[in-house]
């Protein structure tokens, strides 16, 4: 398990890249203002299958973007996951509590 900084984590999981797929689109419910705006399977290549999401914050409703990568390593299921405020410098925490509530619903999601 490599942690990437708040911005974004990454995640080796030893489960099948279409389960760890559709677990990753479950474990959004754990975001009830974010949607999902595009996804692609086997982008670049083939290799990452990608969910793209925007979450809105409760209390300015501002837009967040939210990036779920997918991607088989060997044995492994890398799942990277970055979140990004569109506006202004700082984000208060905001974007390093979600990856982490979305990566603790993920794990459970694949009950790990």
Not at 8 to 16: A, I, M, P, R, V
Not at 37 to 62: C, H, I, M, N, P
């Amino acid at each position: 398990m490599t942690n990437l900084g708040k911005a974004g984590s990454k995640y080796d999981f030893l489960n099948d890249l279409a389960d760890v797929f559709e677990a990753t689109k479950k474990a959004l419910a754990v975001l009830p203002r974010a949607s999902v705006v595009a996804e692609s399977v086997g982008a670049e290549g083939g290799k990452d299958w990608l969910l793209e999401a925007v979450d809105v914050t409760a209390l300015l409703r501002f837009k967040d973007d939210v990036i779920i990568r997918s991607r088989q390593e060997g044995t492994d299921v890398v799942v990277d996951v970055r979140s990004a405020s569109r506006l202004g410098k700082g984000d208060l925490g905001k974007n390093a509590a979600r990856i982490r509530e979305y990566l603790a619903a993920l794990q459970k999601e694949l009950s790990l």
